[in-house]
């Protein structure tokens, strides 16, 4: 069983930065596309970021693009998203997925799902 578990997240100024890490327990996600997912309270969940098996390739949500990158490192088996110029909108519990080859941007089709990491940026 594969579990992932997201670190990093805190509280921050507004305009300030965060880096979350994400890492599978139980096996290498080489293979695996992965993907940062967020809610904030009331809202529905919101695609941020993927990246593919590579690493090669990203894709961004409107909301974050220009402010927020995603990376992966498959020796250390760990995924990052470098958050900056953070703003009290960005507010949420981020979640890290997975999806063998592609990952599902609606979030419907998820191999594995992190427990979240909350991120809170104050104005």
């Known amino acids: 069983q594969v579990q992932l578990v997201e670190s990093g997240g805190g509280l921050v100024q507004a305009g300030g930065s965060l880096r979350l890490s994400c890492a599978p327990s139980?096996?290498?996600?080489?293979?695996?596309?992965m993907g940062w997912f967020r809610q904030a309270p009331g809202k529905e969940r919101e695609f941020v970021a993927d990246?593919?098996?590579?690493?090669?390739?990203?894709y961004y949500g409107d909301s974050v693009k220009g402010r927020f990158t995603v990376s992966r490192d498959n020796v250390k088996n760990t995924v990052y998203l470098q958050m900056n110029s953070l703003k009290p909108e960005d507010t949420a519990v981020y979640y890290c997925?997975?999806?063998?080859?592609?990952?599902?941007?609606?979030?419907?089709?998820?191999?594995?799902w992190g427990k979240g990491t909350l991120v809170t940026v104050s104005s």
């Open positions: 997925a997975a999806r063998l080859w592609t990952l599902d941007r609606s979030g419907t089709y998820i191999d594995y």
């Open positions: 139980g096996r290498t996600l080489s293979n695996y596309a």
């Open positions: 990246i593919s098996r590579t690493g090669g390739y990203t």
